[in-house]
């Protein structure tokens, strides 16, 4: 693995855990409460491993493109498939998880998120655009990546899936999220592009976010409690 390679998921590792110590630091300097520093912190940390990233990736950005890699044209309407495929994906994880393991739904990072974007709308931007860039990066350009040339598509996608799944914090739910990390991983070898998983990634959690933003938890619970029944009487539950 190139070295630069290293040096993205350190950081990326760093920005993780640099709360552990400056969130304490900004809470006693600052007027603000440890939910606020914890807030701050974490956009700042973001944007800042994110410039780090991009910077540790300049090598990859100034390489020739692959001949045979997608089109701007394909890569729209592949983006737009992948959001399909995404979702298919995730909704036959929900069910397996729902109906053969007993899992309950529910995100409860999403609802973390969720909190903390009402608290401080500007945190939107971490889920919408600066996570899934630097989550694609990391989890298929580099992992996969490495992995796809040492190996096979199954083997790759699967492993950096389950990375992708159990660096959620979520083991309960680490089939969805390896389904869409499954997707992700179709889709960069597809289309030869980082750009398409990194749109799809985007487009689905920008969804989220607006849908939920927009709905009351109440009609959240209404709504899914409906998709529950919906997905017993498909299955002949």
Do not use: C
Not at 30 to 37: C, I, M, N, R, T
Not at 53 to 81: C, E, K, Y
Not at 97 to 112: A, D, H, M, P, Y
Not at 164 to 182: D, K
């Amino acid at each position: 693995m190139a070295r630069r390679y290293w040096y993205v998921i350190s950081t990326y590792i760093i920005m993780q855990f640099s709360g552990l110590l400056f969130v304490p630091v900004l809470y006693f300097m600052l007027p603000v409460s440890q939910e606020q520093a914890a807030i701050y912190w974490t956009i700042f940390s973001f944007i800042a491993g994110l410039i780090a990233v991009l910077i540790f990736m300049r090598p990859d950005m100034r390489q020739a493109p692959v001949r045979d890699n997608t089109s701007a044209g394909h890569l729209v309407l592949w983006s737009i498939a992948g959001v399909i495929m995404a979702y298919v994906a995730q909704a036959l994880a929900v069910t397996i998880e729902v109906q053969l393991f007993g899992i309950k739904q529910g995100s409860q990072n999403t609802q973390v998120i969720m909190d903390i974007t009402r608290a401080a709308p500007i945190f939107m931007i971490i889920p919408a655009i600066i996570a899934p860039i630097l989550e694609e990066i990391i989890f298929r350009k580099i992992i996969f990546g490495e992995l796809y040339v040492r190996t096979n598509f199954f083997i790759a996608a699967t492993l950096s899936a389950l990375i992708f799944g159990i660096i959620h914090g979520e083991p309960e739910h680490i089939l969805i999220y390896a389904s869409m990390g499954f997707v992700f991983a179709f889709l960069y070898v597809k289309t030869k592009r980082i750009m398409v998983p990194i749109i799809v990634h985007m487009t689905l959690n920008s969804i989220s976010l607006i849908v939920q933003l927009s709905l009351d938890p109440e009609d959240l619970e209404r709504m899914q409690r409906q998709m529950e029944q919906m997905q017993m009487i498909l299955i002949g539950g």
